[in-house]
């Protein structure tokens, strides 16, 4: 994660706004002070996973109504009352309707997929009617969109029940070089389930909290730079970020048409593999969509293998940890999993890690400003210029900039245009640093299938004053190259998830669910969290 440009992107928040057709679910909490823990009685689903959700209605046991029901009255339960976790700025007014002509379906015979009557929550950066899609900015408080984003088209033909919206980083984490992650202006400050006083990373926080609180079965998050790895990370659950083009971005607020993707935010890899195989499809009016390069169809329910690590080579980032006492020992521990599941493992290295970061902060800049204002102008938004956004901010600060600035929206004002020589040099040079010359090069040297690293390092405590507090990553090569990457918890420091990172080159989903599945059955390290209100730190060492 660069200090400089944090951008953990692509994710935004939809949140309601007086006279929208989404339901609220709280007033926006724009303190990040976490309240005292509440007990709170079992829940029926706690854990519960696509697979086993599906057979308990295909047996009658089970209908989507009372599955959507229960996530509804947990989310008024743990995100509203109880430890406020501010995850979900709306909810579907239509969700139960939905779950009742699935259910119907059901009972006449048709039956979707493993998806079929299953809830979802979905990014507010995602266009899904009737809800409006703000990005977490109150400029777009009342923006309703035209129609769907086709990965959500992609999901109701799938048969899944549309639940709500959760929060996000406003603008994806792309506004200011101080921003909060977590928190946006519509939404207000997203906790971590795991100590209410430490950040849920960006942009993707809000899906990140409420799959790891089970408030939904599944989430759908996105990411430019580690907004669906981060999150998910020390969410304690699986993100996984496919290849840029594998799943359509239309209808999706953007930052980067290089590097802006969807993908699932999970509990298991299985679940993760369910919710890909719905979204992933060829959408011509995306231009990363692939033509004919773009591999054929996958059943990526196929690949769940749990001795898929037996033969494997897998390649371990040593250069990617080293920041963190208890992140290095829980990649150890997880490196050793790796060797006990038959894989041969290696030490590797990414020849040119590093080099492509000034390149990656001119293509994002240079195409956040047409991106978006060509987002807004589709999906028939109130506000159309990028300049107008920014003055809005200027005439709401005290709403919109209380903790942080919009450095980053008026540095993208002046970047280069898509038609420089300059843009164009930085593309090219970031994509072949990071894909051919970086993750390819790594790969072929030693024959690998895969590169590990961990996937960031625990949580750090919100802080409204300085910002976020990023120690280190291992999942910014795949997401400039624009290729797949895969988050799985390892283990944890002192209660806050950690997750490793599985890196592979474009189109290489398939190989690396194998390999997260099998560590995932090897090592089953997810634990729920308790919600508590601060986990102990050992005391500083005194200055010398």
């Known amino acids: 994660m660069r200090r400089a440009l944090p951008v953990l992107a692509f994710g935004f928040v939809l949140a309601t706004a007086a006279g929208c057709a989404s339901t609220p679910v709280a007033d926006a909490a724009s303190a990040p002070a976490a309240p005292p823990p509440v007990a709170h009685a079992a829940f029926a689903f706690e854990e519960a996973d696509v697979a086993t959700l599906s057979a308990r209605m295909a047996r009658g046991e089970l209908t989507s109504h009372a599955l959507t029901q ?16 501010n995850s979900i700025v709306a909810l579907n007014p239509q969700a139960l309707a939905e779950a009742d002509a699935l259910d119907a379906e059901r009972r006449a015979g048709r039956i979707r997929g493993p998806l079929h009557g299953i809830p979802v929550l979905l990014k507010d950066n995602i266009d899904a009617r009737p809800m409006v899609t703000t990005a977490g900015s109150l400029a777009l408080a ?10 959500v088209d992609r999901l109701r033909a799938a048969g899944a029940v549309i639940l709500g919206k959760t929060n996000l980083s406003e603008w994806a984490n792309f506004r200011s070089t101080r921003s909060i992650s977590g928190w946006s ?8 389930p795991y100590a209410l006083d430490r950040n849920p990373c960006g942009s993707s926080s809000g899906s990140g909290t409420a799959v790891s609180a089970n408030l939904a079965v599944v989430a ?7 907004s669906i790895i981060c999150p998910a990370s020390v969410a304690g659950i699986v993100g996984l970020k496919p290849t840029v083009g594998l799943v359509s971005r239309h209808g999706i607020v953007p930052i980067s048409a290089s590097q802006d993707t969807a993908g699932p935010m999970t509990r298991s890899v299985a679940d993760a593999a369910a ?8 959408d011509a009016s995306d231009p990363a969509y692939g033509g004919a390069k773009r591999p054929a169809p996958v059943d990526y329910l196929a690949h769940l293998k749990p001795d898929a690590l037996k033969g494997a080579r897998i390649g371990v980032l040593r250069a990617s940890a080293g ?3 208890d992140v290095d020992a829980a990649f150890d521990r997880a490196v050793a999993a790796l060797k006990a599941g038959g894989a041969t493992v290696v030490d590797a290295t990414i020849p040119t890690a590093g080099k492509w970061d000034e390149a990656e902060n001119t293509v994002l800049l240079s195409e956040f400003k047409p991106g978006l204002e060509a987002y807004l102008a589709d999906s028939g938004a109130p506000v159309r210029r990028f300049e107008d956004l920014i ?12 903790y942080f600035g919009q450095e980053l929206f008026e540095q993208a004002v002046k970047a280069p245009s898509l038609q420089s020589a300059k843009y164009r040099t930085a593309r090219d040079r970031a994509r072949r640093l990071a894909g051919p010359e970086g993750i390819d090069a790594a790969l072929r040297r030693q024959h690998l299938d895969a590169l590990v690293a961990p996937s960031t390092g625990p949580s750090w405590r919100t802080d409204t004053m300085l910002g976020d507090h990023f120690t280190g990553a291992g999942y910014g090569a795949a997401a400039v190259a624009g290729y797949p990457s895969i988050t799985v918890p390892m283990g944890d420091a002192r209660g806050l998830p950690l997750g490793l990172v599985f890196l592979g080159g474009k189109w290489a989903e398939p190989r690396l669910i194998e390999l997260a599945y099998s560590f995932e059955q090897a090592t089953h390290s997810r634990r729920p969290p308790q919600f508590l209100p601060t986990i102990d730190e050992p005391a500083p ?4």
Do not use: C
């Open 70 to 85: 229960a996530y509804l009255d947990r989310i008024a339960l743990v995100d509203v009352a109880g430890p406020r976790l």
């Open 142 to 151: 009342d923006h309703l969109p035209s129609r769907d984003a086709f990965l």
């Open 185 to 192: 202006g519509v939404g207000g400050q997203t906790r971590n």
């Open 220 to 226: 759908i998050g996105t990411e430019t730079d580690g």
């Open 275 to 282: 919710v890909l195989a719905a979204i992933a499809a060829p």
């Open 323 to 325: 920041y963190h006492p």
């Open 391 to 402: 003055e809005f901010n200027r005439s709401h600060a005290a709403q919109e900039m209380p």
């Open 541 to 544: 060492r005194a200055a010398r």
